[in-house]
């Protein structure tokens, strides 16, 4: 087989699970008057789900997650992005994030699940719970 031949068989035998992932976005409002809001939604394998909501530099932002174990996030602040840039907290089930916020602008809540059980395109219902004071 030739190296041109070989190169080709393996670029089509390798997964393409990455080139798939279905990542949704979603704006976070609070209802008037309120400092938090609950959101519940559900994703499977690689995909995830970016909640976004604007607060200003000062403010404190409390995140959790309920529902399936497999639910874990990332706090991301303005001009950060999930897979270019660096969380400014994180969490999972359990183990809630709450932290100053040094910016103001729009904010992502990455809400993902590890690849073990992403792997297996298992389903992660959730509901996340995230409140500004």
Aim: proline share 5%.
């Amino acid at each position: 087989m030739n190296p041109t031949t070989l190169a080709l068989a393996l670029i089509l035998l390798c997964p393409l699970a990455h080139a798939q992932d279905k990542v949704s976005h979603i704006p976070v409002h609070f209802a008037k008057g309120a400092s938090s809001t609950e959101i519940k939604g559900s994703f499977k394998g690689y995909d995830s789900i970016q909640y976004s909501l604007s607060a200003k530099a000062g403010q404190q932002m409390n995140v959790q997650i309920a529902g399936s174990s497999n639910a874990n996030f990332n706090v991301f602040a303005p001009g950060e992005k999930p897979g270019s840039g660096t969380a400014l907290g994180s969490g999972s089930v359990g183990n809630a994030w709450s932290g100053t916020l040094p910016a103001t602008g729009s904010y992502t809540v990455q809400v993902y699940q590890m690849r073990a059980t992403a792997r297996r395109g298992e389903l992660v219902p959730h509901t996340l719970t995230i409140g500004i004071q």
